[in-house]
């Protein structure tokens, strides 16, 4: 079993700058990859990026990439979401999320297993 709680969402001006942390508790979570969605209202969870376990390899939506970047800690059990250059439409609540498959960097929700609560993110034009 794994808890996520998210951590690090308000409100910031486009073009500024937020981090998002993901805090995890439970065993093993430095054998889990994790990815981070985001839905805005009326929209459909949207895949913003995953980490593998080692923290080795990335992967990125393309909305987002090259302005968002993902690490983690795995001494402290936690990963985090840098977003740089924000726009409005990266106004989302932002979720964090661990799949068991320590190597998957997938782009689908149903493949990883456990969710916080999300966090959110509002960025005004």
């Known amino acids: 079993q794994v808890q996520l709680v998210e951590s690090g969402g308000g409100l910031v001006q486009a073009g500024g700058s937020l981090r998002l942390s993901c805090a995890a508790s439970g065993r093993s979570f430095s054998s889990y990859s994790v990815g981070w969605f985001r839905q805005a209202p009326g929209k459909e969870r949207e895949f913003v990026g995953a980490?593998?376990?080692?923290?080795?390899?990335?992967r990125y939506g393309d909305s987002v990439k090259d302005r968002f970047t993902i690490s983690r800690d795995n001494a402290k059990n936690t990963v985090y979401l840098q977003m740089n250059s924000l726009k409005a439409e990266d106004t989302a609540v932002y979720y964090c999320?661990?799949?068991?498959?320590?190597?998957?960097?997938?782009?689908?929700?149903?493949?990883?297993?456990?969710w916080g609560q999300g966090t959110q993110v509002t960025v005004s034009s």
């Open positions: 980490i593998t376990s080692s923290g080795g390899s990335t």
């Open positions: 999320a661990a799949n068991s498959n320590g190597y998957s960097l997938s782009a689908h929700p149903m493949q990883y297993n456990y």
